[in-house]
């Protein structure tokens, strides 16, 4: 029932491989983000993307790439991750940045590096 | 640094009980508060916005001190389905990516 949906919502993947993780809005939002959560700390936000545009690099490592084609759509491309990459990985959307909202969580991708 | 500090539990609370917890946060340009509510293995949902007057919401209540930088949340007459992670968030203003989240404190209702 969810108006943001992510998959796949598991994967297993080893470090020398390439995968990605899709998100879509169906909620008419112009923001998009990548939060990552890992055991015991609190949300991280990775990336943010306002009409389609990069607005926020969190300084996150290379290995993670993301890519939005619309406004709708987030993609989070993954190569040679670390066993320390796996987490539950969020996307979130918002009507847009610059404004004072609550952001709509996927349910996840539960990411695991072997 | 931890810019929103909560006490991550558990707190084992009896069914029917009231439990409130506080969170802090060290921002004081901070703009808007939330409180979202997460279950396990699921993503966090909003449970509800927080405003200099306090609001209230059913059985759920939450305050905010700008004085003290602090916000809380009561629950009355606690239910089963109330167990969850409750995440205490901040906005410094500049929308959602200016979001930030507290670690969440573990509730666990017992019958």
């Known amino acids: 029932e969810t108006g943001v949906t992510q998959t796949p919502r598991h994967l297993v993947m080893g470090m020398t491989n390439k995968k990605s993780l899709k998100c879509e809005q169906h909620l008419g939002h112009n923001a998009m983000y990548w939060y990552k959560q890992s055991a015991k700390k609190p949300l991280e936000l990775m990336f943010v993307y306002n009409f389609k545009e990069q607005t926020e690099n969190n300084s996150v490592p290379s290995r993670f790439s993301p890519e939005c084609p619309n406004s709708s759509h987030l993609f989070l491309h993954l190569h040679t991750l670390q066993p320390e990459d796996s987490a539950l990985y969020l996307c979130?959307?918002?009507?847009?940045?610059?404004?004072?909202?609550?952001?709509?969580f996927g349910q996840g991708t539960r990411l695991t590096v072997v | 640094r931890k810019e929103v500090e909560q006490d991550p539990g558990p707190f084992n609370v009896p069914e029917g009980a009231t439990v409130a917890f506080n969170c802090t946060y060290s921002?004081?340009?901070?703009?808007?508060f939330f409180w979202y509510r997460q279950d396990c293995r699921k993503e966090p949902k909003l449970l509800m916005s927080?405003?200099?007057s306090g609001n209230e919401d059913g059985r759920f209540t939450a305050q905010l001190n700008r004085a003290s930088q602090y916000i809380s949340l009561l629950i009355r007459d606690s239910k089963l389905s109330d167990s969850a992670t409750y995440l205490c968030?901040?906005?410094?203003?500049?929308?959602?990516?200016?979001?930030?989240f507290g670690k969440g404190t573990h509730l666990i209702i017992q019958p």
């Open positions: 968030v901040v906005n410094l203003g500049g929308g959602a990516d200016g979001l930030t």
């Open positions: 927080v405003y200099s």
């Open positions: 921002n004081s340009a901070s703009q808007s």
């Open positions: 979130a959307s918002s009507t847009e940045t610059g404004q004072t909202t609550e952001a709509f």
